[in-house]
């Protein structure tokens, strides 16, 4: 969140720099902007807090969970979460009813592209309870 109010506190000082003259319109336009970063970044913060508040709650519920890196096999052998496994996102789809066993399906990549994709492929094939956990690296951070 710090860095999100730095952003902010430097894209308003950046603004106010300008050696063209402010008018009300630039000046009302600036403040939109800024006020539509904030709300966007505020929202993420927020979606992603709550993310990972469903993570926690699905790693620690009574049902088996599973963390699924979509990644390739060379990415993954270079360094990935304990107890995930491997199905790279070309092999997702042929693999939905193997995981179909697991209560809850936590998809991870690097930077949470693939996981994206991977998450939609799976609730498309009628897998309920999956979900997106982004980049596997900022999920050690959340569980």
Request: one cysteine or more; proline letters at 1%; charged letters at 20%.
């Amino acid at each position: 969140m710090k860095k999100y109010l730095l952003f902010l506190a430097m894209t308003v000082l950046f603004a106010s720099c300008g050696k063209s003259q402010n008018t009300a319109k630039d000046s009302t336009f600036f403040i939109i902007i800024i006020a539509a970063i904030a709300i966007y970044l505020i929202y993420r913060q927020i979606t992603n807090s709550q993310r990972a508040k469903k993570i926690r709650n699905m790693i620690n519920s009574e049902g088996k969970t599973i963390v699924v890196d979509v990644r390739t096999p060379d990415e993954f052998r270079g360094r990935h979460l304990e107890n995930s496994i491997n199905i790279p996102l070309d092999k997702i789809s042929l693999s939905a009813e193997k995981l179909r066993q697991y209560d809850n399906v936590i998809v991870v990549c690097v930077s949470g592209m693939r996981s994206a994709q991977a998450a939609a492929i799976l609730k498309n094939k009628g897998l309920a309870n999956v979900v997106n956990g982004g980049g596997w690296t900022d999920l050690i951070g959340k569980i």
